[in-house]
């Protein structure tokens, strides 16, 4: 039979090695999660700054030096009636055009990703291609388009050119929701009775409204910032990008910052709207 051991106290050496903490190894999850917030800080960075110097107690039209905090830019903001102008047709553009190019791209992009159609092949090929194509020569095209038909350069040759570059992102966004879509909740409504016009606007667009939302918001936010093609089909009417461009000579006024970060800020309005409007759907569901 043994005796029984008695504890022994544990020696220096083992508590000194106990309270060495093991060093941390870098690993590449943790280079990647480095490296992504490297980028969002470098793309956040240029937003920052001019929500910053809208608040830049600036005594003239040169907003490039920090002089001190102030709010009365926001109190201010209409004082120059040509940049209040140009706001107004941008933004009257842009939601033209995203309304334009949400039913016509909404419709493409269901007929995409739902049927199969001589010529959807060569459709896929030109939405895609006009997208990627540089706005240098979508512009001078347009330009060229609209000079041998007589059109007069303005606001409705602006709407169009937007119009057309923006047609494809809103049918890329919703034949992607399409070809994902359930087809057996059309058919269930189908078996009850309803018509093809019915199933589409009860059933099927409510599904797919999302993507459409989203890419209506893509085509507006697309269009207000345009700048290359809005200058070659443009004319004399100046859009908010135009404007800014032109001032560059005489000085940036501290509005232009006001304005973009009211612009921005409604930007993030919708998309935590939407986010939210999802996350609680997705609860529901």
Do not use: C
Request: aromatic share 12%; hydrophobic share 50%; no cysteine.
């Amino acid at each position: 039979m043994t005796a029984p051991t008695l504890d022994r106290p544990p020696s220096a050496e083992v508590e000194a090695a106990a309270r060495i903490k093991p060093r941390r190894r870098i690993t590449g999850a943790g280079l990647l999660h480095a490296w992504t917030w490297l980028i969002i800080g470098w793309l956040v960075l240029p937003i920052a700054v001019m929500i910053l110097f809208g608040f830049n107690d600036t005594p003239g039209r040169y907003n490039q030096t920090w002089v001190g905090f102030t709010v009365k830019w926001y109190g201010r903001l209409f004082e120059y009636p040509d940049l209040t102008s140009a706001l107004i047709t941008s933004i009257v553009i842009a939601i033209v055009a995203s309304l334009l190019s949400g039913a016509l791209g909404t419709g493409i992009g269901y007929a995409l990703g739902r049927y199969r159609f001589r010529g959807s092949g060569s459709l896929n090929l030109i939405m895609f291609a006009t997208m990627s194509s540089p706005e240098l020569i979508m512009g001078a095209s347009l330009l060229s388009l609209f000079v041998s038909a007589g059109a007069g350069l303005g606001p409705v040759t602006i709407t169009i050119a937007h119009v057309m570059f923006s047609i494809s992102f809103v049918a890329v966004v919703v034949r992607a929701r399409v070809m994902t879509l359930d087809r057996s909740i059309e058919e269930a409504a189908a078996d009850l009775g309803a018509s093809p016009w019915t199933t589409f606007w009860k059933v099927t667009f409510p599904i797919i409204l999302p993507a459409v939302f989203s890419g209506v918001l893509l085509a507006f936010a697309l269009s207000i910032d345009d700048f290359i093609v809005t200058a070659f089909t443009a004319g004399t009417t100046k859009t908010f990008p135009l404007w800014i461009w032109g001032a560059t000579r005489v000085g940036i006024p501290p509005q232009v910052n006001v304005m973009g970060t009211l612009i921005f800020a409604v930007g993030v309005f919708f998309a935590l709207a939407a986010g939210i409007r999802s996350s609680s759907k997705g609860k529901r569901d």
